[in-house]
Each structure stands twice: as C-alpha cells, then as structure tokens.
C-alpha cells in the first residue's frame, strides 16, 4: 500500500490540505440577514404571480436636460436622479401599481413610498423607502436619496424603513445588464429594474438610421393585482416621459 506521506507528516487530528494544494469550497450559511433575504425572495416568488414586460427609452432628452443645467449654472441632475423623478411622476398617473396586496386586499397608497435597492457587503440586498417620493423636488432628491443609502450601508434603517416601500426601483444602470427581472418585494405589487444602455440603430424620420442611446426598463408586476395591459401603458408613459423630457423642465425643481 502507498505510503501517505501527507498523513504520516501531519499531527494527529490536523485537518488534511487540500489534494492538490487547492482551496476547499466555501461554506456561507443562510442564516441571519441573508437566511431573511433568501426567504424573503423564496416567499415573494411563491406567493406572487410575477410577470415581466421589458421596454426601452432613448436617453437623449434627459442629457439634453443635463447640458441645459450646465449652461444654466444649475446643478445637474444625475441620470438616476431624473430618472427616479420620472418615475415617482408617472406613478401618480397609475396608482395600480404604488399598491401592496394584503390579506386578499389590494390597497392604493395615496403617497409614493420609493423603495430604492441598496446593494450591502457580503452580496446582501435591502430597498429601504424614500417616503412620500412625490413631494421631494429633484433638487433635494439627491441628498435624501444619500442619506438613506448611507444608512442602509450603516445599518441604522428602521423597521418601517424596511417595509414600508409602495414601489420599488432596482438599478443596474452602471453593469452591461439592459433588462433583467427583478423579484418583487411582497406585498408591493410592482417593482422597476433599471438597466444599462446600449446604443442600437433606430429609424429617423426620412426613412433612414440613426444611432440612439437606450436604456432598458424591466417591470414585474403580480398579475393577480395589475393585468398586463396597464404594466405595459406604465412603461410606455414612462418612455414618453423620458423620451420627451423638455429642457426647462425642471427648473425650478432644481433651486429648491
């Protein structure tokens, strides 16, 4: 029989190395924050019946906006900033989905309550809410949307926090992701996934091409509260609002 020598070299009761002197595999437990995570996405796609459209938006109105800032000596908005406002805006159009589905009730919450996807170290993931997201102006949502962003990172969120989102919005606007589904965060009833952008050849007007940056807009919903027709005319009002974003339009958002 071969002789061991690894075995015969190592004290009694020592761990043996690795064949090869490979790494072992690593072993995360689900327990704590991420077993609450892992059941928390478990329930969600259990107890839901999650469907998602996928759709697309031009981002040259919103750069213009940004240019018009700049010249302007108005601070300019950040693309997730605007897109965020946009967002809250057409909500007020389509209460359906600033809603949760409780106990076989589907209750319409009069105030958007913006959970905002924080990613957390060790790959966890919370979307504390940004409440009454409707009254902020632009110019004072990128200090509130820090503010709740370090404290996610700082582990100071309350409970309510932590639950009391109506709508949330997951962004991976910086990753070469252009549309992905995103897990609702139960009871809401719909959750928006922000990609990245690709630039792709669209038609112009004279029958030609024209390149165009576009980003990718993913929206599950449960279809036992909203049906597929008005998830789809959200995210067409949300394109047009993007797509046809006036200059000026902010303004006077941005001074306050």
Same mark, same amino acid.
């Given at each position: 029989?071969?002789?061991?020598?690894?075995?015969?070299?190592?004290?009694?009761?020592?761990?043996?190395?690795?064949?090869?002197? *490979?790494?072992?595999?690593?072993?995360?437990?689900?327990?704590?924050? *991420? @077993?609450?995570?892992?059941?928390?996405? =478990?329930?969600?796609?259990?107890?839901?019946?999650? /469907?998602?459209?996928?759709?697309?938006?031009?981002?040259?109105?919103?750069?213009?906006?940004?240019?018009?800032?700049?010249?302007?000596?108005?601070?300019?908005?950040?693309?997730?900033?605007?897109?965020?406002?946009?967002?809250?805006?057409?909500?007020?159009?389509?209460?359906?989905?600033?809603?949760?589905?409780?106990?076989?009730?589907?209750?319409?919450?009069?105030?958007?309550?913006? @959970?905002?996807?924080?990613?957390?170290?060790?790959?966890?993931?919370?979307?504390?809410?940004?409440?009454?997201?409707?009254?902020?102006? /632009?110019?004072?949502?990128?200090?509130?949307? =820090?503010?709740?962003?370090?404290?996610?990172?700082?582990?100071?969120?309350?409970?309510?926090?932590?639950?009391?989102?109506?709508?949330?919005?997951?962004?991976?606007? *910086?990753?070469?992701?252009?549309?992905?589904?995103?897990?609702?965060?139960?009871?809401?009833?719909?959750?928006?996934?922000? @990609?990245?952008?690709?630039?792709?050849?669209?038609?112009?007007?004279?029958?030609?091409? =024209?390149?165009?940056?576009?980003?990718?807009?993913?929206?599950?919903?449960?279809? *036992?509260?909203?049906?597929?027709?008005?998830?789809?005319?959200? /995210?067409?009002?949300?394109?047009?609002?993007?797509?046809?974003?006036?200059?000026?339009?902010?303004?006077?958002?941005?001074?306050?």
């Amino acid at each position: 029989m071969p002789l061991d020598i690894q075995s015969a070299a190592a004290p009694e009761g020592a761990a043996r190395p690795p064949e090869g002197g *490979r790494r072992g595999p690593r072993e995360i437990p689900l327990r704590g924050m *991420r @077993g609450m995570i892992a059941a928390r996405m =478990r329930e969600s796609l259990q107890s839901s019946a999650q /469907l998602t459209h996928h759709a697309g938006a031009e981002l040259g109105a919103l750069q213009a906006l940004r240019d018009h800032c700049r010249a302007a000596g108005l601070p300019a908005p950040s693309v997730q900033d605007l897109l965020l406002r946009l967002v809250v805006q057409t909500l007020a159009e389509f209460p359906a989905l600033n809603a949760t589905l409780e106990d076989n009730r589907i209750i319409e919450h009069p105030g958007v309550h913006l @959970g905002l996807a924080v990613p957390l170290p060790d790959d966890l993931l919370v979307a504390p809410a940004l409440f009454d997201a409707q009254v902020i102006a /632009l110019g004072a949502l990128p200090g509130a949307r =820090r503010a709740l962003v370090a404290k996610a990172r700082a582990g100071t969120l309350g409970v309510r926090e932590l639950t009391g989102a109506s709508f949330t919005v997951s962004n991976l606007g *910086r990753s070469r992701v252009h549309h992905f589904t995103p897990i609702l965060n139960v009871p809401q009833v719909a959750i928006l996934g922000i @990609g990245g952008t690709q630039w792709r050849a669209l038609p112009d007007e004279d029958g030609g091409v =024209r390149l165009a940056e576009v980003i990718g807009l993913s929206l599950t919903f449960d279809h *036992r509260a909203v049906n597929g027709a008005p998830a789809a005319a959200f /995210l067409d009002r949300l394109g047009e609002r993007i797509e046809t974003l006036a200059s000026d339009a902010f303004d006077h958002e941005l001074t306050q």
